[in-house]
């Protein structure tokens, strides 16, 4: 059996993605300039125009900040996901990936991966983070091992969402469950395509609270199927 690998807890890693945000010179500096601006406008002498225009701009501008926060500790873009050993970008000027892909894959996975592990290692079959790398990690493996284990999870869930005996000694529900299978199945799939196009593939934890185009491509690039 494979080494396991820990992944952060959610906690530590909320803190990470916290700390992270507040660090950031950009957001530190809006943030004293809006609390500023705020002060000085609810604090009298003020011209009434600044009430109609200035306060409502700051207000917004601390709603932004505030809800940049809430975003950085939910952690909704948060998942493990599959990454290639080269880019998987094409190469026709398009924005998308050589292989099938699903962006809402690896959400589920990443929640209940322990109960997963532990699910898999009753069942005296490879864990969950066995095949997860750092993002800094050049480790791959055959993508026949990944979509076998991935296999393996899917069946757990399956009887779990049936309700077996056997099953709920796991812990999971059967709403939990079908998640996992619908992100199994999924992942499944990109898996087999991978192996077509000659890639070998590792999980790795995806942490990124916004995105455009720029970047989709960077994570493209690197290797990241999504």
Known sequence: MKRKRPIRTESSRRVLRLLELLLN???SLLTILTTAAISSILVPPTPTWQYFIGLPVAALTAYKLFQA???AFLGEYER???RANMSVLKEDGTIAATIKTDFSAGGSLLRHYRLINKALANKGL?????YC???SSDQRYDCELIARMLNDIMEIALEAQEGKDKSKSIGLSREQSKFIADECNVLIQTA???KEMGYKLCFTLLSQP???DDTYLSYLTR???I
Request: glycine share 4%.
């Open 25 to 27: 010179p950009f957001y």
């Open 69 to 71: 926060v809430i975003e």
């Open 80 to 82: 493990l996901v599959l």
């Open 126 to 130: 490879t864990q969950l983070t066995s």
């Open 133 to 135: 790398e750092d993002e």
């Open 192 to 194: 087999d395509n991978a």
């Open 210 to 212: 916004a995105w455009n």
């Open 223 to 225: 290797g990241y199927c």
